[in-house]
Every structure is written in C-alpha cells, then in structure tokens.
C-alpha cells in the first residue's frame, strides 16, 4: 500500500510543478528520495508520469491543435495556404522536437544515470532559476508566436533539450529561450506547453515500450504508476489554466525566488547527510 501513496503523492507533485518554471523532475526527484530513502523513483517512472501532465496539455490546446494539425496536412498537399501562421506554427514545433529526440537519445545512458545526481540538480535549479529571472528581465516583450523565425524555432529546441538534465526544467528552458529572444509571457509559455508535446509524449511511450520487456528497472509498479499518470493529468488541467492566467499581468520572479531557495536547502541538506545524492 505504501507504493500507492508514494505513486499518488509523486503525481501530485508532478502535476504541480511541470508546468511552472521549476522543474517537475527535480521535485519527482527530491520528495522520491524523501519517501523512497536510498532509492530514484528513476526515469522511467519520471516519463511514464509525465504523460498524464501533457495529456492535460492536449485536451486543454485540443482546438489548437486540431487546427494545425487540420492547416498543416491540408498545406502539405496543396489544399491550405502554406503561408498560414498555424502551418508555420506546425513546422516549428517540428523542427523544434529534433533536438531533444537526438541528445535523448545519444545521451540515454547518463541521462538516466549520472545526470540524475541531486547535486547536479541542486546546482540546475540555482543556476537555470537565475538565467530565467534575467531572461525576463531584459526580454523585450514585443514578439508573438507568428513572429518567429526557423532559428528560434531550433533555438527553443535546443532549449527544450536542457530540460534533459533534472532541475533545469521543460517549460523554464523553453520560456528562458522565449524572453532572451523577446517574446511576451504568454507566447512564451503557450509555445512551451505545444512544443513538449512530441517530446514529452514520445520519451514516454518509449519508456513505456522499454519497461515492458525489463520490470525489473521499476522501482514503483505498474498499478501504482498508472494512479500517479491518471492524478497528474486531473491536477495538471487546473495549474496549466492558473498558470496561463498567471503570467499575463505577473513576472517570473516569485519561480526564479524558489528555485534558488531549494536549491540552497538541497545543498544543505545533501552536505549534512539527510539526502543521498545518488
């Protein structure tokens, strides 16, 4: 029974920080070691989990995506003007998955392993929080998603890519991106929920395809994992319409504030022995 309440507790934190700028791996990361001691909920968990908050991402932009999907299969045989910005939009978020897919792939190994060490997370958090929190200082807030170009397109996929690295953070990589080239918040944002799509539900369903042939790799079940999905899709509907709202009329600060502070209490508590970094 333990491992349903770790599994339920895991998907609430997930579906609480995947979205915000503050890296829901870090978090899966810092309170598994808390209720698992000595052991990684580990990746597969981590992506198999995620699919329930990017669910959340396709039933909540499910009209957008429909007409882009719709916009840019029509354009691609001749039906739809291939100069529409949802075509365009279409061939970015593709253009812009190509770099996760390549350095996931290439880097699997540490990925899983060595990256996954609270100390490098620790430092992401701290690091990445402060790049965010200039990001958003200096970014010109002029630009929407139909102005941008194929380089920040590939710009943001390379951004997104960092997210790799536990602590660093999906969304906070990709709105990083967003603001240093001058996009306003919620183009920001809104780009980084529909460029995760490909990346996030792919990296799952592999991992799921992978875990079918090895069980032994899950640290928590099939059951208890399916639970943690299932919350994390319910929950994360509701922080992705808060945090939309959030970053109309708010800076990023109160995210850039929190993601030193947890990191400083990570080094501590890794220093004094409290928390494994491994």
């Known amino acids: 029974m333990y491992d349903w309440l770790v599994a339920a507790v895991l998907g609430i934190v997930q579906a609480l920080t995947e979205f915000l700028p503050i890296s829901s791996s870090a978090h899966v990361r810092i309170v598994g070691e808390f209720m698992l001691p000595g052991q990684d909920p ?3 968990f981590t992506a198999i989990i995620q699919i329930g908050t990017e669910a959340a991402v396709v039933v909540y932009f499910w ?3 429909v007409s882009i ?9 001749g039906k739809h003007d291939r100069k529409d910005p949802e075509v365009r939009l279409g061939w970015l978020i593709i253009v812009g998955s190509i770099p996760i897919v390549i350095l996931g792939l290439l880097f699997q190994d540490a990925i899983e392993g060595a990256l996954r060490s609270l100390w490098i997370t620790a430092t992401m958090l701290i690091v990445f929080g402060l790049i965010i929190g200039l990001a ?3 970014g010109k807030r002029e ?3 139909e102005d941008m170009s194929w380089g ?3 710009a943001y996929g390379f951004a997104q890519a960092l997210a790799l ?3 660093v953070s999906r969304s906070g990589g990709t709105i990083m991106a967003g603001r240093f080239m001058g996009f306003d918040r919620p183009a920001a944002a809104r780009y980084s929920f529909l460029l995760a799509i490909p990346a996030v539900l792919g990296s799952g369903f592999y991992s799921v395809f992978q875990t079918l042939g090895n069980t032994d790799d899950m640290v928590i079940g099939w059951g208890p994992t399916i639970l ?3 919350i994390a899709f319910g929950l994360g509907l509701l922080v992705i319409h808060w945090f939309l709202g959030y970053v109309k009329t708010k800076s990023f600060a109160i995210f850039v504030w929190y993601r030193v502070a947890l990191g400083i209490v990570l080094y501590i508590l890794l220093g004094t022995g409290v928390l494994a970094a491994t």
Not at 69 to 77: M, N, T, Y
């Open 69 to 77: 999907i719709s916009k840019w299969c029509k354009a691609l045989v």
């Open 165 to 167: 690295i536990p602590g």
């Open 42 to 44: 580990g990746a597969f």
């Open 152 to 154: 920040q397109g590939i």
């Open 143 to 145: 630009r929407t998603l």
């Open 228 to 230: 943690a999905t299932i």
């Open 136 to 138: 958003d200082w200096v």
């Open 63 to 65: 009209r957008d995506i």
